[in-house]
């Protein structure tokens, strides 16, 4: 429900002696040539408090002027006004009680408190159109078929924040180049596992990271689509965990799987070491060390899971400049701690990570090309590292200065960077 001040007819004539379309006229036009003359950045269309302002300095004019005769037989005057005079206060205040005069505004009298009255008509907005309720001139007037005793009720919209479709198909776009890509490079794996190039890298091996890379693709479709429509709570819920599982089980895998691969083509071209333990170095044995690494996420993540999982909050923001007025509501995903959980969890990644790098700077004078990926996982590690400490700020500051689609475009990117980056790098050029 909203209140608008109704302004008069244009050929009424106001208190100044002037109709109201003349008074509007060359208010506008001195308006319009002080702004030309200083450059002052107002609206040349006038404020909208400009009749109200009119309406008060007419008021204590008018005030002012039936005060004379009354202070003149009181022997006090305006020229001597001591300001602590309660008398001179007190003959304002009753002119102005007494007082009634058109207005910019409508028809202007006062009450006993001196707050002016002026002419308003209440309107509530039911689907979209504005309803006249009552109008207001000193009574209360209902209007139609309302009565006092049954006026409509009235409650504050809730429009819900998705999503532009534009964002969607962006997110959708990247998401489905990565998978093509790593459907691509994955069925050439397949078909050339025999050839020098692709077996000295482990097939088998490189197709963990596939599954790492896919989990993270599939980890920022559901971040989207949290973001797309109402999901109830226990959905919403689903939707949020199953996320935080999928990005870090899909970073352990890629991490871990470059990791052993760099350490074995070390352990390899070290002398006598790889005969010593071969069986150790076998694909079946690396599986298995890959696995027990991940239980480490596992088990935060089961912690996590049972102690203090997502769930769907939702957060207002009330936009007053709209018409009508409405709370803006966005769904997230919220728990206590995720960011000591999110640290927990990357936390041995990010370690692990300095040991690929430590690797395949130790890997760098490997003279069997076959095995030699030290420029392929170096640029892997660093672009993906690069993007993430670039983009992953970003994606804070937008979302805490509420640019709510960028900010989400900023995360799809910088997640959906890794698995492009590991098969534009790595596997593309085997």
């Not at 907005?125 to 049954?150: E, R």
Request: aromatic letters at 12%.
């Amino acid at each position: 429900t909203f209140n608008i001040a109704r302004s008069p007819a244009n050929d009424s004539v106001l208190v100044s002696g002037k109709t109201y379309q003349d008074y509007r006229l060359e208010y506008l036009q001195e308006l319009r040539a002080y702004i030309k003359r200083t450059g002052y950045p107002l609206d040349a269309n006038g404020n909208i408090y400009a009749n109200s302002l009119y309406d008060q300095v007419w008021s204590f004019a008018l005030a002012l002027n039936s005060s004379l005769k009354v202070l003149d037989a009181m022997n006090l005057s305006f020229e001597n006004f001591p300001f602590n005079s309660g008398q001179i206060s007190d003959v304002l205040e009753g002119a102005l009680q007494k007082m009634e005069f058109q207005g910019a505004g409508g028809q202007i009298t006062f009450k006993n408190n001196r707050q002016p009255i002026t002419s308003s008509s209440i309107h509530q907005v039911v689907s979209g159109k504005p309803i006249l309720v009552a109008t207001y001139n000193g009574t209360l007037t209902i209007a139609g078929n309302f009565s006092l005793d049954h006026l409509p009720s009235d409650s504050i919209d809730r429009i819900y924040i998705f999503d532009p479709l534009w964002l969607t198909i962006i997110i959708a776009f990247i998401s489905g180049l990565c998978l093509l890509l790593l459907v691509f490079n994955a069925a050439l794996l397949i078909c050339y596992r025999n050839e020098h190039d692709i077996k000295a890298s482990s097939p088998s091996l490189s197709l963990l990271t596939f599954v790492g890379c896919i989990l993270l693709i599939v980890s920022v479709l559901l971040f989207s689509s949290t973001n797309m429509f109402i999901i109830s709570n226990v959905p919403f819920s689903v939707l949020c965990n199953t996320q935080a599982w999928l990005l870090s089980l899909g970073v352990d895998l890629i991490v871990y799987t470059l990791f052993f691969r760099l350490f074995r083509v070390y352990r390899l071209f070290q002398p006598n070491n790889f005969k010593k333990s071969g069986r150790v170095w076998r694909d079946e044995s690396l599986f298995t060390y890959i696995l027990l690494l991940t239980t480490y996420s596992i088990v935060i993540l089961l912690i996590w899971m049972v102690s203090d999982p997502y769930e769907r909050q939702e957060e207002e923001m009330y936009d007053n400049n709209a018409t009508p007025p409405h709370f803006e509501v966005k769904q997230n995903c919220v728990c206590r701690y995720d960011v000591l959980w999110l640290g927990l969890l990357f936390l041995f990644p990010a370690v692990m990570t300095l040991g690929v790098i430590l690797l395949a700077v130790l890997t760098r004078n490997v003279q069997k090309q076959h095995f030699k990926d030290t420029k392929k996982v170096n640029i892997c590690i660093f672009s993906s590292i690069l993007a993430l400490v670039a983009l992953l700020p970003l994606w804070m500051l937008l979302g805490a200065i509420q640019l709510y689609d960028w900010s989400h475009l900023t995360y799809s990117v910088a997640i959906l960077f890794v698995p492009m980056a590991c098969q534009v790098t790595l596997y593309a050029p085997k």
